[in-house]
């Protein structure tokens, strides 16, 4: 018997059954829909993860107060960051285009009848250029702004349209801790960053900030929360971490552990990446559960219909079909239940992934390799699974076979 006839025999064998098949494919559908579907969209994670830290500015680097080892055993940030230091790295740094050092604290904006507890940074000039940020409305504050102290702020766009509506906020007064500040311009809108949404904040100059609202917390000058530094280019990251840690090593007198960490965009998109990949690996194991648990299924059902068509196989014994014949039948019904079944859950999962992109923030990808990988799992697993079963039924002696029919 070639295989083209044990084919057409198997498909109508498996129509006969039209439910029991289809209760067969269940568990490989969903196991293939899963892995494909939990793979698309732990991809779609990672890609949004690093489309927010790359709207974080380009080449961006983070230096913040304390080792490593103070930040994981201490909840107080120590206050050994200053703007002096944020301001050597500008004039001594070659490598660094742009540094904006942020200063943080919540306070109740109050405009008329309206009042708000909003995150007020506290930064320079530069901050714009370093976090990539346009001005919409008006003008951002100066150095003039910063050298005087100016009680001058300019609002997230969030911030400006829930304060003011569609009235234009320029020139107009309101309270940040019961100081009066004057608005002079508004940011674009940019959305949220890892839990930083920049569009509901206002932004000070950062002595303004220090001398009216935080206060002096610092013996060295205006202790930062963190300072920001953009390097000139993708190329000029590496560089620019080895001389900012140099200049602060020697400003802080360091002589054995540093007193500040640098993390750059590169290592924190490694770092997602690593969490994200552990992540998708981990739902994929968990959904390839299902492809095997249908495997057995199908080893079950096989099991089942070797017993119901004994009469069948004895039959075809006894007219010629040798022990091949028979292994070959069941193994390809097994198989093409697998592949079918792979097939339907392909398209479910394509189809799940479509509709998280279309939903969610999250661009869900449609991975060829673990389609690729799902399918002909998929198949394995029916052709490993129906070997059993096969290799009983080929073992049947006809003469038994038709006593027992």
Not at 56 to 63: A, E, Q
Not at 339 to 361: D, K, Q, R
Request: net charge positive.
């Amino acid at each position: 018997m070639n295989i083209l006839e044990s084919m057409k025999m198997a498909g109508k064998t498996l129509l006969s059954n039209k439910l029991r098949s289809a209760l067969t494919m269940l568990g490989i559908v969903i196991g293939n829909a899963s892995v494909i579907a939990m793979i698309g969209v732990g991809e779609g994670g990672q890609k949004f993860v690093n489309k927010q830290l790359e709207s974080l500015g380009p080449n961006v680097l983070f230096i913040i107060p304390g080792n490593r080892e103070t930040q994981r055993i201490s909840t107080k940030v120590p206050k050994n960051l200053v703007l002096e230091d944020a301001e050597a790295i500008a004039s001594e740094v070659p490598t660094v285009a742009g540094v904006a050092p942020e200063l943080n604290g919540r306070y109740v904006v109050n405009y008329r009848n309206r009042n708000t507890n909003v995150n007020i940074i506290g930064t320079t000039p530069s901050f714009p250029k370093v976090r990539d940020f346009e001005t919409a409305k008006g003008r951002f504050f100066t150095d003039i702004d910063m050298k005087r102290n100016n009680q001058v702020t300019v609002l997230g766009a969030n911030l400006a349209q829930r304060l003011f509506g569609s009235n234009n906020p320029i020139g107009q007064q309101l309270r940040i801790k019961n100081a009066s500040f004057q608005i002079i311009g508004v940011l674009e809108a940019k959305g949220s960053s890892l839990g930083s949404d920049y569009d509901e904040a206002a932004v000070v100059p950062i002595t303004t900030s220090a001398n009216r609202l935080v206060g002096k917390n610092s013996p060295y000058g205006i202790a930062l929360d963190y300072i920001v530094a953009s390097a000139r280019d993708s190329n000029s990251v590496d560089a620019a971490e080895f001389q900012m840690t140099n200049l602060l090593r020697l400003r802080h007198k360091i002589i054995s552990e540093d007193d500040f960490t640098i993390r750059t965009q590169k290592d924190a998109l490694q770092t997602v990446g690593q969490i994200t990949g552990a992540l998708t690996i981990m739902l994929a194991a968990v959904a390839g559960i299902s492809l095997f648990v249908g495997g057995i299924g199908i080893m079950n059902i096989m099991l089942v219909s070797v017993t119901e068509r004994t009469q069948e196989i004895g039959l075809r014994k006894a007219i010629g079909a040798n022990q091949q014949d028979i292994l070959s039948q069941f193994i390809i019904e097994a198989i093409i239940l697998s592949a079918a079944g792979g097939i339907i859950g392909t398209a479910i999962g394509v189809s799940g992934i479509m509709l998280v992109s279309t939903l969610t923030p999250l661009k869900a990808g449609i991975s060829p390799v673990a389609i690729a990988v799902a399918v002909g799992v998929s198949g394995g697993i029916g052709l490993f699974f129906g070997v059993v079963p096969a290799r009983r039924a080929a073992k049947l002696d006809p003469i038994v076979a038709l006593r027992s029919a």
